[in-house]
């Protein structure tokens, strides 16, 4: 079965830039997307098919996708983006998550 | 406003049955595929199931973990998504959420959750 990657945890300085990655086999030649959870809260898509952010989403979410590491990119961390992050993608008619991220605001 | 709620979810025993609901609104439920999705107290997601809208069959896909177990149904008259388990085990216990897809059909990413309801399997 299909499998995503990813740390378990991220620390990035208020301000600065969080990278948060999402390993799999030719991820690449997938869509994926990015979920952000906060504690007690339900998931919220904050990047869908690589690249794109929904309507409400800041600027400041971004992501990239390519060879076998799909990205999500936060600018200029806030601490409101302190929060649990998961990749998904399909796989076959299976959805597959990454094992989530937790960013840390410091 | 697109809203899920979900509903049923309760203390039962291990190979016990239950039912959980996902009520929509603020969309036009039929045109739309859900999916459920359950995290277990402390862990990450774990996707359940997927229902296609009845334009693509209605038909449904489940995870290894719960075929055979769980079922997927929907009553696009009531606009409820329905996920019937059977056979619980204590590993089941989690916090079930629905999710809808952005398309009637699979390989998309699920653009709205519901705000979870809480399954324990526990004797």
């Known amino acids: 079965s299909y499998e995503l990657t990813q740390p378990l945890s991220v620390s990035v300085a208020l301000g600065q830039t969080a990278t948060i990655t999402c390993g799999g086999n030719?991820?690449?030649?997938?869509?994926v997307h990015w979920y952000q959870q906060k504690p007690g809260q339900a998931p919220v898509l904050v990047i869908y098919?690589?690249?794109n952010r929904p309507s409400g989403i800041p600027e400041r979410f971004s992501g990239s996708n390519s060879g076998n590491t799909a990205t999500l990119t936060i600018s200029r961390a806030q601490a409101g983006d302190e929060a649990d992050y998961y990749c998904?993608?399909?796989?076959?008619?299976?959805?597959?998550f990454g094992g989530g991220t937790k960013l840390t605001v410091l | 406003e697109v809203q899920l709620v979900e509903s049923g979810g309760a203390l039962v025993q291990p190979g016990r049955s239950l039912r959980l609901s996902c009520t929509a609104s603020?969309?036009?439920?039929?045109?739309?595929?859900m999916s459920w999705v359950r995290q277990a107290p402390g862990k990450g997601l774990e996707w359940v199931g997927f229902?296609?809208?009845?334009?693509?069959?209605?038909?449904?896909e489940y995870a290894a973990s719960v075929k055979g177990r769980f079922t997927l149904s929907r009553d696009d008259s009531k606009s409820i998504a329905y996920l019937q388990m059977n056979s619980l085990k204590t590993e089941d216990t989690a916090v079930y959420y629905c999710?809808?897809?952005?398309?009637?059909?699979?390989?998309?990413?699920?653009?709205?959750w519901g705000q979870g309801t809480l399954v324990t399997v526990s004797s």
């Open positions: 603020g969309f036009t439920f039929s045109d739309y595929a």
């Open positions: 998904q993608v399909w796989d076959s008619s299976t959805v597959v």
């Open positions: 098919r690589d690249s």
């Open positions: 999710a809808r897809a952005p398309r009637g059909y699979s390989g998309y990413e699920f653009d709205y």
């Open positions: 229902i296609r809208s009845k334009a693509y069959g209605g038909t449904t």
């Open positions: 030719n991820i690449g030649g997938k869509n």
